[in-house]
């Protein structure tokens, strides 16, 4: 079993920025791939990054990329996610999982252990 638990969400304006924090426990969990994902109101969860096991690859959505950064630091068992240049359609809970890392990454079915999320709200 592995456990994250998610942290930094918060309000922030538009324009700013926030650093997100999984924090991993549990069997062997720097060995897995990780990703970030994103729920709004009324829509269905959606992939946000990911990042392989070394964190030597990153994967992001079209919507975030040059804005989000993903990486990890496997001697804490944590993994990040930096969001400059907020935009109120960023507002979301966002969770963090983690997969064997074997399939595609994007897809949330490839990751079997997920954190309970953290809200992030962009106001305009």
């Known amino acids: 079993q592995v456990q994250l638990v998610e942290s930094g969400g918060g309000l922030v304006q538009a324009g700013g920025s926030l650093r997100l924090s999984c924090a991993a426990s549990?069997?062997?969990?720097?060995?897995?791939?990780m990703g970030w994902f994103r729920q709004a109101p009324g829509k269905e969860r959606a992939f946000v990054a990911a990042?392989?096991?070394?964190?030597?690859?990153?994967y992001y959505a079209d919507s975030v990329k040059g804005r989000f950064t993903m990486s990890r630091d496997n001697a804490k068992n944590t993994v990040y996610l930096q969001m400059n240049s907020l935009k109120p359609e960023d507002t979301a809970v966002y969770y963090c999982?983690?997969?064997?890392?074997?399939?595609?990454?994007?897809?949330?079915?490839?990751?079997?252990?997920w954190g309970q999320g953290t809200q992030v709200t962009v106001s305009s």
């Open positions: 999982a983690a997969g064997d890392g074997l399939g595609n990454l994007l897809r949330l079915g490839e990751y079997d252990y």
């Open positions: 549990g069997r062997t969990s720097s060995s897995y791939a």
């Open positions: 990042i392989n096991w070394r964190g030597g690859i990153t």
